[in-house]
């Protein structure tokens, strides 16, 4: 059974920071590695997607890495702001025999202060 | 293109009661997977639905129940409420029953008192 985990729990840093999450999984058969942003009671936003065949993609201040191999993941945020205070999710895109799901793990809290 | 659409925003509930959530998918997507997400969690899989079938299930119970349309738009139907029902609810839409991108909805807030 696939499980994502991430650390750390909660971060806060001061604005201008640059800044890792860390997101690891424990079965390396996976389809893509998906990084969100949740806003309080909203929905989930998108940042990056990483397909199984390649290491890293970038947006902006962010890059996202992948180590499939390793079953890691990393999210690096550069330069942060208030804006970019907000929950973190990464999920995995796994086979469940017929159907292609994402398993989630449980999220980052990151706080930037002003 | 229109995004992934879910309707209503949100709603309250007594335990006891059904609900019926609904989601639209994106333009030309055939595939609706549904997901849970309780407070402080990350989203549980309820299920996929692909061309108006069932295709798989995670691990929640039968009053857990949806339907997909011949438009692609589906519902997710839950029954007896529990109080532990309390979540968001997001469907995401994707191409096919492949290991493309899934985009979500902005997602049901439930409440069940």
């Known amino acids: 059974k696939q499980e994502v985990t991430q650390i750390p729990a909660a971060l806060s840093v001061p604005e201008g920071e640059n800044l890792v999450l860390n997101c690891s999984f424990t079965?390396?058969?996976?389809?893509?590695l998906q990084w969100f942003r949740q806003d309080p009671g909203k929905g989930l936003t998108s940042l990056l997607l990483?397909?199984?065949?390649?290491r890293e993609q970038t947006s902006g201040r962010l890059n996202a890495s992948l180590d499939k191999s390793s079953g890691r993941s990393t999210l690096y945020i550069a330069a942060s702001q208030p804006g970019d205070s907000a929950t973190y999710l990464c999920?995995?895109?796994?086979?469940?025999?017929?159907?292609?799901?994402?398993?989630f793990g449980k999220g980052t809290l990151l706080t930037v202060n002003p | 293109e229109t995004g992934v659409t879910q309707s209503p925003t949100h709603l309250i509930k007594t335990r006891g009661q059904q609900v019926t959530l609904r989601c639209s998918s994106q333009?030309?997507?055939?595939?609706v997977s549904w997901y849970q997400q309780a407070l402080g969690q990350g989203p549980q899989f309820i299920f996929q639905?692909?061309?108006?079938?069932?295709?798989g299930r995670g691990n929640f119970p039968p009053r857990f129940s949806g339907l997909q349309f011949p438009n692609y738009s589906s519902e997710l139907n839950v029954n007896a409420l529990e109080l532990d029902d309390s979540a968001l609810y997001l469907c995401?839409?994707?191409?096919?029953?492949?290991?493309?991108?899934?985009?979500f909805g902005p997602g049901t807030r439930l409440t069940v008192l």
């Open positions: 333009s030309g997507h055939n595939t």
């Open positions: 079965d390396s058969a996976i389809y893509n």
């Open positions: 999920a995995v895109m796994v086979s469940g025999g017929s159907n292609y799901k994402l398993t």
């Open positions: 990483i397909q199984s065949s390649q």
């Open positions: 995401a839409s994707s191409l096919e029953i492949s290991g493309n991108e899934q985009f």
């Open positions: 639905y692909y061309r108006e079938e069932e295709n």
